[in-house]
């Protein structure tokens, strides 16, 4: 018979009482998106795993805070929601800092390809990436973050409006124009030599 | 439907059978549809990013840790704590303690209250007796 998950409040809970498995296992459960979010963001796999990792110590600080009304009410800890605003937070300024977006290397990325059509494949891929990070870049602060929430971090719509605190149309429209935008940068970079854009 | 409204429900992840319909017949549409594939492409993550990752949890948890044993006061901050409040109470209580009021008496010289009595003016032969009553026990009056 299948158990059903603990949700965050419980792991939150469970935590804060000294539970060390519960710690785990909410890591576990959001470092895939966080780390996709500041991986935008961060120059290195280094400064993003640093990035994850103040995210989680911040959220769980959060956590901590509110610790009695926590216990007081069974209510639903919205740890998702801190945890994502956090990253996004600490990427936006990590970009603001100006530290950032010398691009992956290609042949990180392209280690799975081995034969040549496959390898053409994955570098094309990987020039794409590049360009798209680079126009990425380039997009207005809510319009990057509304993409990043929705793209890296896999949120839906709804999910996206929660961490940003805005309506959910709000963050459809950002998308939109964050969409159009990326598309009109990448074909600049496209046509630019080397992808440089002005 | 037009190519428009298809955008847009492209963008918003709209994957229904009208919209499949809509783009089996529209090549404009088709060539958006894969170029929005591209640009909405989560970034790859590399072998790095993956071995960054595989240490994340372990590694945070060992910054919590210190985050918390900074945070916790130890027995020489307790103790020092102490001694800070109770110098600081004790000079309270120095500032805060009565103080005796002094007064400052003048002293007066009365004048004299009696007279000096005057000597008798007695001839020669003639003797000065002061007669007073005689003080009597209790129980011995005459």
């Known amino acids: ?198 | 439907m037009t190519c428009d409204d298809i955008e847009g429900r492209l963008i918003e992840g709209d994957s229904s059978a009208e919209v499949n319909e809509h783009l089996a017949g529209c090549a404009a549409c088709r060539a958006f549809a894969d170029e929005l594939g591209v640009l909405t492409a989560p970034v790859s993550l590399s072998a790095a990013d993956r071995a960054a990752l595989a240490s994340l949890e372990a590694d945070t948890w060992k910054a919590w840790q210190q985050r918390q044993a900074r945070a916790r006061p130890s027995w020489f901050g307790y103790a020092a704590a102490a001694a800070c409040g109770a110098l600081v109470a004790s000079a309270g209580f120095w500032t805060a303690r009565p103080v005796r009021e002094v007064v400052v008496e003048r002293v007066v010289e009365a004048p004299a209250l009696v007279a000096e009595a005057e000597e008798p003016n007695l001839g020669p032969d003639e003797v000065f007796f002061e007669v007073t009553w005689p003080d009597f026990p209790e129980g011995e009056t005459p």
């Open chain 1, 1 to 198: 018979m299948p158990t059903e998950a603990p949700s965050d409040g419980d792991l939150c809970r469970a935590f804060l009482a000294g539970d060390r498995q519960a710690f785990g296992v909410l890591v576990g459960r959001y470092q895939l998106p966080v780390f996709a979010v500041v991986r935008r963001f961060a120059s290195t796999p280094e400064e993003a795993k640093d990035l994850t990792q103040r995210a989680f110590l911040q959220a769980f600080e959060a956590a901590q805070r509110t610790l009695p009304k926590l216990i007081a009410t069974a209510g639903e800890v919205p740890f998702k929601a801190w945890v994502l605003r956090i990253a996004v937070n600490l990427g936006k300024n990590q970009a603001r800092d100006g530290a950032r977006w010398p691009l992956a290397p290609v042949e990180t990325i392209d280690e799975t390809a081995s034969s040549r059509p496959q390898a053409l494949e994955a570098l094309e891929k990987a020039e794409a990436e590049a360009l798209t990070r680079k126009a990425v870049e380039r997009l207005p602060p809510r319009q990057r973050e509304v993409f990043s929430l929705r793209i890296d971090a896999g949120l839906p719509f709804a999910e996206v409006a929660e961490v940003l605190g805005i309506s959910e149309g709000n963050a459809k429209s950002h998308f939109h124009y964050a969409v159009k935008r990326l598309r009109d940068e990448v074909r600049a970079l496209s046509a630019t030599p080397g992808g440089e854009g002005p």
